[in-house]
């Protein structure tokens, strides 16, 4: 593998593969049609993997991080006398609620703990108490401990109550299926270097066609537009309203063509699947626990208790592992020091073997080296 000193299992950026990297080594124009024809079909390969009958929907791309195209969905299709429930169990939920709040949309929150999953009978409780709310938004896999939530019943308490449904599926699209016409879900946003395995630069959102073409007019900022974005790429047949990131996105094109390659969303799954239990297994075998409860645990991010070895110090674990070659994430709880693992990417059975065989010698090294500091 060229260009790859340590593999990244901190999704994202992510670790992605030669030929997409080497996909970004050529210069595009931004509204040349060459350009603007690839941007077309990378729209529609989108929506194929959307669902299976995806009739009704469109995709659009957005400049930014996940983030930005999440804050771009939140600010532009609320209407001024909507109201916006947010589900959350986890700093991504958490920061659907910031970005409402800042750009002074009317809110209801519901928050569980970061180790719980959201009960859809309490949603419907809430939008019947409620019933100034419009619009629904919750996470899909909250990547802030790998907890999968019950999108299929957050799905039917919402659209049972007739609300429009957002859904950050940042760290599962594509990567843990997902029907998003059968959830009936309306906005379902993604970016380009989660389970796409591409590089970091913008992100996308499936759109129930109808429900975007409400949304003009309604943008409270201008370069997050989504609708207009949306025109200015169904107008110019794939040409994005300011510079778009060409290079990103030529090489977003290939790891899709690459996702098609393995097999599409089910061998992803598979995949990741595999990885989640090696790492899994592994690790409870050195003596690791996870934060996150099997039944309720993806398999896209694990977040693990530290080890009790003396000495130990995730400065210094993570050092170790890095030397090895793997970088791993901080935790990302408030409570309790925790580190998590990505199995996303372009990464194998294989890699998280030798992720295992690190992270024991990673613990060893510490606890000899601690115990030398003591003597
Ligand atoms: C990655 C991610 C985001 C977006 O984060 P950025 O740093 O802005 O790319 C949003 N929600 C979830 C659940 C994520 O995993």
């Known amino acids: 593998m060229k260009n790859r000193p340590y ?20 210069d595009w124009c931004t509204w040349d049609e060459d350009y603007n024809s690839l941007v077309q079909d990378l729209r529609a390969r989108l929506l194929a993997i959307a669902g299976g009958d995806t009739a009704g929907y469109t995709s659009v791309l957005m400049q930014g991080s996940g983030s930005f195209v999440v804050e771009s969905v939140i600010g532009s299709v609320i209407p001024r006398d909507g109201k916006l429930l947010v589900v959350s169990n986890g700093a ?36 019947a108490d409620d019933p100034a709310v419009t619009h629904v938004a919750a996470v899909h896999v909250e990547t802030t401990t790998g907890i999968l939530n019950p999108v299929a019943g957050i799905a ?15 760290s599962g699209f594509g990567g843990v299926s997902m029907d998003v016409p059968a959830l009936k879900a309306d906005f379902v946003v993604s970016s380009a270097n989660k389970c796409i395995q591409g590089t970091p630069g913008f992100g996308f959102v499936i759109a129930r066609t109808s429900e975007l ?43 899709l063509l690459e996702l098609e390659q393995e097999g599409g969303v089910a061998a992803r799954e598979k995949r990741y699947r595999e990885n989640h239990r090696i790492l899994k297994e592994g690790m409870a075998a050195l003596g690791f626990t996870t934060v996150i409860p099997e039944p ?12 009790q070895a003396a000495g130990y110090d995730f400065k210094r674990f993570y050092q170790n592992l890095k030397d090895r070659g793997f970088v791993i994430y901080p935790g990302k709880l408030t409570e309790a020091e925790t580190f998590r693992i990505g199995n996303i ?9 030798r992720l295992l065989v690190a992270v024991e010698a990673s613990m060893y090294w510490n606890s000899r080296s601690s115990k030398q500091e003591e003597a």
């Not at 990244?8 to 080594?25: C, H």
């Not at 039917?156 to 940042?170: P, T």
């Open 92 to 127: 991504y939920g958490d920061r659907m609620e910031t970005m409402a709040r800042m750009l002074g949309i009317d809110l209801l929150t519901y928050r569980t703990a970061d180790t719980q999953v959201p009960d859809p009978q309490k949603i419907r409780n809430l939008l």
């Open 345 to 353: 990417g372009d990464i194998f059975p294989d890699d998280m073997r």
């Open 7 to 26: 593999i990244l299992l901190t999704p994202g950026p992510l670790t992605t593969s030669d030929t997409v990297r080497e996909a970004m080594l050529r």
């Open 296 to 307: 309720l645990q993806s398999h896209i991010i694990t977040s693990f208790y530290p080890p």
């Open 156 to 170: 039917s308490a919402a659209k049972e109550a007739g609300k429009v449904l957002i859904i950050d599926s940042m």
């Open 213 to 255: 073409e409400k949304s003009k007019g309604r943008a409270r900022s201008h370069a997050l537009d989504l609708y207009d974005q949306w025109h200015s790429m169904e107008k110019g047949r794939g040409k994005w309203r300011f510079t778009s990131p060409t290079h990103i996105v030529r090489a977003f094109y290939q790891a």
